[in-house]
Nanobody, 118 residues
């Protein structure tokens, strides 16, 4: 099993930046596709970005060019660098780990609040 703990959320003005971190417990971090999802007020949870390796990433159209996902397998950590933040980025951001070897399993963090407001 995997436990995920997000950090780095907070209040930022439009145009600002934040970096979210997600620390995973357990072993075999490399067998998980890692991702960030978010849920804004009144909306369903949506994909923000996922990563298996530097060469294998996926982004929602709404964040392309502004957000960058990365991972450090040695530290069991995935990051989301967010720049040029907009009020519509306001949401609870959730870290996700999806096991892709042998059997599929999904794990979720508790979420971290990101609020973009002046």
């Amino acid at each position: 099993q995997v436990q995920l703990v997000e950090s780095g959320g907070g209040l930022v003005q439009p145009g600002g930046s934040l970096r979210l971190s997600c620390a995973a417990s357990g072993s075999s971090f490399g067998i998980y596709r890692m991702g960030w999802y978010r849920q804004a007020p009144g909306k369903q949870r949506e994909l923000v970005a996922t990563i298996m390796s530097e060469a294998d990433t996926n982004y929602a159209d709404s964040v392309k060019g502004r957000f960058t996902i990365s991972r450090d397998n040695a530290k069991n950590t995935v990051y989301l660098q967010m720049s040029s933040l907009k009020p519509e980025d306001t949401a609870v951001y959730y870290c996700n780990a999806r096991r892709v070897v042998f059997v599929e399993r999904n794990y979720w963090g508790q979420g971290t609040q990101v609020t973009v407001s002046s």
